[in-house]
């Protein structure tokens, strides 16, 4: 919801709204552009709500404009069925048809991380050397079979590596396509 960053007399969302998405959703969420109210009665809700502030008046000279239409948040806009990624650092709207490939990007940077962290710990490689787009065949190899037989990876075992050896062999539309992550 865009409540154009409105915290006092813009409370969108409190312990009642909070309730019904969690009800009609069960693992929905909410983001809004402006202000909460009852963040005690919406901290004990098993639902996820991202806002800028919160204040105890009701909401107050606000008109809808839309429902279930496009939502500036911030400096993004967030389409009617885009999914929504929140950590503590931000959020992300993702179209709906770009997230198959997004999850298996993000994974296989975790496995990346998994084995890069465990090769820093050991000295073999430098932050440099795992902080590279691209890297040598030999690495790949040693980071599929980190995989294959590290216990905190069993999850990751399934992804395909294919792309990355082949950017590792000099392929470069391989080497293209893993820059391209890179250069948005």
Same mark, same amino acid.
């Given at each position: 919801a865009d409540m154009f960053d409105k915290v006092w007399n813009g409370t969108f969302v409190g312990g009642n709204l909070t309730t019904a998405i969690n009800v009609r959703t069960r693992t929905g969420g909410a983001v809004i552009w402006g202000g909460v109210r009852d963040i005690e009665q919406?901290?004990?809700?098993?639902?996820?709500?991202?806002?800028? $502030?919160?204040? @105890?008046? @009701?909401?107050?000279?606000?008109?809808?404009?839309?429902?279930? $239409?496009? +939502?500036?948040?911030?400096? %993004?806009?967030?389409? @009617?069925?885009?999914?929504?990624?929140?950590?503590? !650092?931000?959020?992300?709207?993702? @179209?709906?048809?770009?997230?198959?490939?997004?999850v298996n990007s993000a994974e296989k940077s975790h496995a990346k991380d998994i084995f890069g962290f465990a090769m820093?710990?050991?000295?073999?490689?430098?932050? %440099?050397?795992?902080? !590279?787009t691209v890297w040598p065949e030999e690495m790949v190899d040693k980071m599929i079979d980190f995989i294959e037989?590290?216990? !905190?990876?069993?999850?990751?075992?399934?992804?395909?590596?294919?792309?990355?050896?082949? +950017? +590792?062999?000099?392929?470069?539309e391989a080497v293209d396509e893993l820059m391209k992550g890179y250069l948005v």
């Open positions: 919406m901290q004990k809700i098993d639902t996820q709500v991202y806002y800028r $502030g919160t204040d @105890p008046t @009701p909401i107050r000279e606000c008109l809808m404009t839309s429902y279930n $239409g496009p +939502a500036k948040i911030g400096k %993004a806009v967030c389409m @009617p069925g885009d999914i929504v990624m929140g950590t503590t !650092s931000g959020i992300l709207f993702i @179209p709906a048809y770009l997230v198959e490939e997004l820093l710990e050991q000295g073999t490689y430098s932050a %440099a050397e795992i902080d !590279s037989h590290d216990s !905190s990876c069993e999850k990751y075992r399934g992804l395909d590596w294919s792309l990355e050896i082949n +950017a +590792a062999r000099g392929d470069q």
